[in-house]
């Protein structure tokens, strides 16, 4: 009995030491330090969230890129929390360590200059994304927190990567995302007769990327037009990406900028579906006829192929150009993201 309880004060000491290690590894580990990140339980909807953050559903829907009212048992919302200054704080960290602002910061507490003091109380806000109706703007570092923190219903096997082709660089003027998004949402569903816009997400020159259809519904139209059957067969486990420009050769030079979104968010894809980078989880356009559906690879001669997405796509749009270009590219991006995830 006496060595049970000699065992048990051990645990209990060397629970002590680990406890307290991890509590002082960094200020934002502190004690009176609440997460801002609420997960989904059942019985949950935006509004009681809402309700006991103290802040409203449509808030809530900015600060966490929903395109509806609709969530998930599991999905990670950012919800604006109460903080408790503690020695060595300051207004930029808790902005950094809560994806805030300093401005937001200031504004939610009437503050007038960056002094802080410690013991104080802040409501400290989550940053609001960009988004007008369906379509979420974002940053490539904000793509990945939406990416991660949702939860979808849908097995996701395979990326489709496009071109817009029009419109291209030319119709970009830099802060017409959105009117760009709607035009081809107009042309989708009003020219073409599908659902909603056919892409789930819109990579653009200046490296934002915007999700516009819901991940949760397929892509439409995106391959094998004339043979719906099949069309659907494929699309069943797709996600499409259109990347805004005319990237064959005698076209769009693509940007540094949209390069480096093309890569990280096929990277994070890759990442968070559970996939390599290989011909049949990341898919050009091009090797698809877009009449019967057939998967031609690079034998499309005869068949009806697009040059999508662009004959200068990262060094060109074959199979040897993707194997040689672009997957190395992926998978060193992928390396790097797990870098920072760990």
């Known amino acids: 009995m006496k060595g049970i309880q000699n065992m048990r004060k051990r645990l209990v000491i060397l629970f002590s030491i680990f406890f307290l290690v991890f509590m002082s590894i960094s200020p934002v580990s502190a004690a009176n330090n609440p997460r801002n990140i609420y997960e989904v339980k059942p019985g949950d909807y935006l509004w009681k969230i809402a309700s006991t953050y103290q802040t409203t559903i449509q808030d809530l829907k900015l600060m966490n890129g929903l395109q509806s ?3 998930l048992v599991g ?3 950012k919800v604006p929390i ?5 020695p060595g704080d300051t207004l930029w960290k808790l902005s950094q360590s809560f ?4 401005s937001l910061i200031k504004t939610a507490n009437g503050l007038t200059s960056n002094m802080i003091y410690v013991g104080q109380k802040l409501k400290i806000p989550p940053k609001k994304l960009s988004m007008q109706g369906q379509f979420v703007l974002m940053t490539r570092e904000e793509f990945k927190d939406w990416l991660f923190n949702h939860s979808f219903t849908r097995k996701i096997g395979k990326i489709q990567q496009h071109h817009t082709w029009q419109p291209s660089y030319q119709q970009f003027n830099g802060s017409n995302h959105f009117s760009l998004l709607n035009g081809m949402k107009d042309y989708h569903v009003n020219g073409m007769g599908w659902k909603d816009i056919s892409q789930q997400l819109t990579t653009f020159p200046d490296g934002t990327v915007a999700v516009g259809r819901p991940f949760n519904m397929p892509p439409e139209g995106s391959f094998g037009l004339q043979n719906k059957s099949r069309m659907l067969e494929i699309e069943a486990d797709s996600l499409a ?10 076209g769009n030079k693509m940007t540094p900028e949209q390069r480096e979104t093309i890569l990280t968010v096929t990277a994070l894809l ?3 579906f559970g996939l390599t980078p290989n ?4 898919t050009y356009h091009h090797w698809w006829d877009i009449n019967t559906g057939e998967q031609v690879l690079d034998e499309g001669e005869g068949h009806a192929i697009k040059t999508c997405p662009g004959t200068d796509f990262f060094g060109g749009n074959n199979t040897t150009d993707a194997r040689s270009h672009f997957y190395p590219l992926v998978q060193q991006r992928m390396q790097q993201i797990r870098a920072t995830l760990q």
């Open 82 to 86: 109460m903080y408790e200054v503690a």
């Open 270 to 272: 890759m990442l968070r």
């Open 75 to 77: 999905q990670k919302l």
């Open 241 to 250: 990406i259109e990347n805004l420009g005319n990237f064959d050769k005698d």
């Open 279 to 282: 011909v049949d989880t990341v």
């Open 69 to 71: 009212d609709l969530i």
């Open 99 to 102: 994806s805030s602002t300093v």
